[in-house]
């Protein structure tokens, strides 16, 4: 099984899509570059929302083309929600677009606004679409609440299987769970990721936690040791779902990426580096609280990058 582990920094799309105060997109830009410079090869950069949804996202197309411009190498994700949402995407010149589901009927209608079946009717004919097109831009699947929801309370194995399943008889190209309000426990995660995999194989790609209880990093390690090596997470554990009352940040970057390259694991980031990134995003907006254990603690001399 690879060493290597991907980590894919959401910060500039779930971090700041609740931050109270906006960030100019200068200071977006120079944020993300910081990131890229730390070494992180994918970054969700925006989301391709109608601008009334999302004010704070509203210049994910200017973010996108700058980045695409100015930050060479670099894997530029972004969200989008539905059939028009792709196709802005993909004019854009996205690498990688995300489409988030929700497997709960209660977060499907807030967030969606539609039933977590309807959301696999649409996916059929988002990839029909994009199969039309010339350039190949892989989707993955982000499959929201599959832990728990705030709204509907306990998502059960199997709904969330049921949901993993449907989206790659779809012809999604990945799926991550999402742990979207963070009531995941490491136990669960196993069970959830065997069953996940029994049922669709390879497609299913990745973790995206939350960090709500505290137990984001000790889910992110339930998760690698059954085998996943792809991550979602944010600089300084930004973020939160508008439509998940009670959701806190994601999983902090530094601290996974700490304990991937501690135990052996290659990410190809280098952690001084980062945390010159959350300088920049501190300055770029400054009234967030920033999360992180790491940070607060310092890189301890006995730290050794994964070889
Ligand atoms: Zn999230």
Not at 133 to 150: E, H, N, Y
Not at 245 to 264: C, I, K, Q, R, Y
Request: charged share 20%.
């Amino acid at each position: 099984m690879s060493t290597f582990v991907s980590i894919c920094e959401v910060g500039p799309r779930d971090g700041l899509q609740i931050a109270k105060t906006r960030m100019t997109t200068d200071d977006k830009v120079r944020w993300i570059k910081s990131i890229a410079a730390a070494g992180v090869r994918e970054i969700e950069v925006g989301s391709f929302v109608p601008p009334r949804v999302i004010p704070q996202l509203s210049d994910t197309p200017e973010i996108v083309s700058r980045v695409l411009a100015e930050v060479p190498g670099l894997t530029v994700q972004a969200l989008a929600p539905n059939l028009r949402g792709v196709q802005n995407a993909y004019n854009a010149g996205v690498h990688k677009i995300s489409i988030p589901v929700s497997v709960s009927e209660g977060h499907s209608r807030a967030n969606l606004n539609r039933a977590p079946a309807e959301s696999i009717e649409m996916m059929r004919e988002i990839m029909a679409w994009l199969k039309a097109q010339p350039r190949k831009v892989p989707v993955v699947a982000g499959c929201s609440t599959a832990f728990g929801c705030s709204i509907d309370g306990v998502v059960t194995t199997a709904q969330t299987v049921a949901m993993a399943k449907g989206l790659a008889d779809a012809g999604v190209d990945e799926i991550m769970l999402a742990d979207t309000v963070g009531y995941a426990h490491p136990a669960q995660v196993k069970e959830v990721v065997r069953a996940t995999r029994e049922a669709i194989g390879p497609v299913l790609y990745g973790l995206h936690l939350h960090d709500t209880c505290g137990l984001g990093v000790a889910n992110a390690l339930a998760g690698l040791e059954e085998g996943i090596r792809a991550f979602d997470s944010c600089l300084a554990g930004l973020g939160g779902c508008p439509y998940a009352p009670g959701a806190s940040g994601n999983v902090v970057t530094e601290d996974l990426v700490f304990m991937l390259e501690s135990m052996g694991f290659q990410t190809g980031i280098d952690l001084e580096k980062l945390f010159e990134a959350r300088r920049v995003l501190h300055e770029g907006l400054p009234a967030e609280p920033m999360q992180g254990q790491l940070a607060k603690a310092g890189l301890p001399p006995t730290f050794r990058k994964a070889a």
